[in-house]
């Protein structure tokens, strides 16, 4: 069975305490905290911190399973300027620093983009150029990665950044950095604007790390179409039976876009109901 877990995204206004009362409230064992530019773990926070965090967690019995970040759209690890790209193995870097106080197995990375059509100014990058700087990349962060025992988890953002398209394209992207620390963090609605969340999860297989569950309504299109849990187009017995065909049995996070915009609490309720139907539970 696997483990209910949400993005800290989704809890628009509220401290990391709150976030996590919230969260184990509304019954999710989990969850998927962030590096970000400013505030609780910004750039300039401090293991310190981290732990202090850390502390709360285990207080309140919610697990910090995973570290993410939107900061790889802003530095992305494959830009044009080099300050940029180093500024992003940083990031990830720091990620990985986060996840080994936070006792989390795994981080997100967005590995690259060759265009990022909702970022203000972002500078198209030839795709091939953008796949030989990511591989670069992932070849030096798997060294960390190794050393402390944190996966990387290569998150699938085919529309949003115009890259990694496939699930062939992406297997053969992790066979390349050739670490059994970095895989696949699929986001099952991301794929299904141009394809089949169940076919992604049989072909990654046993390279998939963790899993984001968002879902997606075509109609609809552009960030218009991610829906709540079961209002979308993904066939969720198909994916659920894909999972249990490749054994995977970890956390899958809510990364609910956008938040209600009133009472968002809600928004955390319906999402983790909606996991119990998915999962069977309920």
């Known amino acids: 069975m696997l483990k209910k877990a949400i993005s800290g995204w989704c809890f628009p206004g509220q401290t990391i305490k709150e976030s996590m009362l919230s969260a184990k409230a509304a019954g999710f064992d989990g969850i998927e905290l962030t590096v970000e530019e400013n505030g609780e773990t910004g750039l300039d926070s401090t293991p310190k911190k981290w732990a202090e965090i850390r502390k709360d967690a285990d207080e309140i019995g919610i697990a910090l399973h995973c570290v993410g970040t939107g900061l790889h759209w802003t530095y992305p690890l494959t830009a044009d300027d080099s300050e940029v790209r180093e500024k992003g193995i940083r990031i990830a870097e720091m990620q990985l620093d986060m996840a080994e106080v936070f006792g989390a197995d795994a981080i997100l990375v967005v590995p ?3 265009n990022a059509r ?21 070849s030096r ?6 050393e402390k025992k944190i996966h990387i988890g ?5 529309q949003w950044n115009l890259f990694l398209l496939s699930p062939l394209e992406m297997r053969d992207f992790i066979d390349k950095i ?14 299904v604007p141009h394809g089949y969340p169940e076919q992604w999860i049989r072909i990654l297989g046993k390279r998939i790390r963790k899993v984001h569950f968002k879902d997606y309504r075509i109609a609809a299109g552009g960030f218009e179409g991610f829906v709540d849990l079961l209002s979308g ?20 996070t809510a990364e609910m876009i956008p938040p209600y915009v009133h009472h968002p609490e809600q928004n955390v309720i319906n999402a983790c109901g909606a ?4 999962f069977g539970e309920a």
Do not use: C, H
């Open 112 to 114: 690259g983009a060759v």
């Open 118 to 138: 909702f970022v203000p100014g972002f500078k198209t990058v030839a795709y091939d150029t953008v796949y030989e700087r990511s591989l670069e990349a992932f």
């Open 141 to 146: 962060l798997k060294v960390k990665a190794e």
């Open 154 to 158: 290569i998150e699938n953002v085919q």
């Open 178 to 191: 050739g670490s059994s620390y970095v895989g696949a963090f699929l986001d099952v609605g991301n794929v």
């Open 233 to 252: 187009d993904v066939n969720w017995p198909e994916v659920m039976a894909a999972f249990k065909d490749i054994g995977y049995d970890g956390w899958a």
């Open 275 to 278: 996991m119990r139907r998915i």
